[in-house]
């Protein structure tokens, strides 16, 4: 799919696309968004299709097309049919807490990737990257942000929804491409502060007008191919391709995460990977429903603490660290790259060659390697048998 414009979003849906500077009207401060590209002219047949085609004739053969549903497209996080009207919008990133005290939170098992990294204190904060949110009335709860998890937001072209954050986030938020809203969420009186704030889509609208943050993707910064996906809505198997794909049935992160105890177990009837913390299932409270993943990424990453307080810092821009690519019930080593703030971060094989995703949510943990600190996972296979990836 080629990039879109905001000529062309504008003749879609409309409407007048708002860009510029905002406050809010209460006057707390409020962040500025500028898009500065200029409109391109695109044809509307050369983004979704045309109704007419030619067909050409040739001996070679051809991949089976990608059939779908009248009006609907692949998402970019999951690779899974949304509606052009989800696609074309702007996610939400909203930072949540991991305390034990904070459990359960809702909506959260609508993001179609999930970061996970650690904090000060050696607890985990995860960011939830979502896309179908215009209809959620309760998605939190939210805590302040880092700015290593801001790094990763860019990638997505996402409105970062939290409350606050230590002053290492400034010149993040204050730049005029980063959109943001923080501790305008509503409180819920049956839990106490500060594990009680959540956003909806009602204020998180009203903010976008309030901010003039442009609710489409802004075609200068956002990457439609942020993931190399499987054709066809399919499933990525690693034992087709790689001699060396070792089974992981169970991933335990208990050692790299101490405090959550974050650990994942595979169902192969589902072929799908079940998050734990605190040696239980991680439940949805809106949906009744334990986060589940086809993807698991682990992404070994330069990290020490940088102040006395125990915050800590993540080098997110690197060529030159490592991982594991987790699917299917098989992983393989992988190595990644991210050069710039609003480039995606990229996993190769070991031949060189950009992993492919299985359709399907994605869970990315990022490990701190350095600093003091050593990796530890462990991945159990069908047996029980250990295997130890960094070792």
């Known amino acids: 799919m080629k990039k879109l414009t905001i000529l062309f979003l504008t003749a879609l849906t409309g409407i007048s696309l708002l860009v510029g500077?905002?406050?809010?009207?209460?006057?707390?401060?409020?962040?500025?968004?500028?898009?500065?590209?200029?409109?391109?002219?695109?044809?509307?047949?050369?983004?979704?299709?045309?109704?007419?085609?030619?067909?050409?004739?040739?001996?070679?053969?051809?991949?089976?097309?990608?059939e779908l549903p009248a009006g609907y497209v692949r998402s970019t996080l999951t690779n899974e049919p949304v509606t052009e009207d989800v696609y074309l919008h702007r996610p939400v990133a909203i930072m949540i807490p991991m305390d034990k005290v904070a459990q359960p939170q809702y909506n959260i098992s609508k993001a179609g990737v999930v970061y996970e990294c650690l904090v000060e204190g050696s607890i985990t904060r995860t960011m939830c990257i979502i896309e179908d949110w215009q209809g959620l009335d309760k998605i939190?709860?939210?805590?302040?942000?880092?700015?290593?998890?801001?790094?990763?937001?860019?990638?997505?072209?996402?409105i970062l929804l939290h409350d606050g954050g230590p002053f290492y986030i400034n010149d993040l938020i204050a730049q005029s491409t980063t959109d943001n809203i923080s501790g305008r969420g509503f409180r819920d009186?049956?839990?106490?502060a500060p594990h009680n704030e959540y956003y909806s889509a009602e204020i998180v609208n009203q903010y976008i007008e309030s901010f003039n943050y442009t609710p489409w993707h802004r075609t200068e910064v956002w990457d439609e191919n942020h993931f190399n996906f499987a054709p066809n809505g399919g499933q990525t198997d690693l034992t087709a391709n790689y001699s060396n794909a070792v089974e992981v049935y169970t991933v335990d992160l208990s050692k790299c995460y101490p405090v959550t105890h974050s650990t994942f177990i595979y169902d192969p009837d589902k072929n799908l990977y079940y998050r734990y913390i605190y040696g239980e299932p991680h439940m949805d409270a809106a949906t009744n429903e334990q986060l589940a993943f086809s993807n698991i990424i682990l992404q070994n990453t330069y990290g020490e603490s940088r102040d006395a307080k125990g915050y800590r810092i993540y080098q997110c821009h690197d060529t030159t660290r490592d991982g594991w690519f987790i699917t299917n019930g098989h992983a393989i080593h992988v190595t990644w790259k991210k050069t710039t703030d609003y480039g995606a971060t990229r996993y190769y094989d070991d031949n060189g060659n950009e992993i492919e995703l299985s359709t399907g949510k994605t869970m990315i943990c990022v490990l701190q390697d350095g600093g003091g600190a050593s990796i530890n996972a462990i991945f159990l296979d069908s047996q029980g048998n250990e295997f130890h990836p960094n070792s």
């Open 189 to 192: 009186s049956s839990r106490s």
């Open 140 to 158: 939190g709860n939210v805590r302040s942000a880092r700015d290593y998890f801001i790094y990763w937001m860019f990638e997505w072209d996402a």
């Open 21 to 66: 500077c905002g406050k809010d009207p209460s006057g707390m401060d409020g962040n500025s968004n500028v898009s500065a590209a200029p409109n391109e002219v695109v044809n509307v047949d050369d983004i979704f299709g045309s109704p007419q085609t030619d067909t050409a004739i040739t001996d070679e053969p051809t991949a089976p097309a990608d």
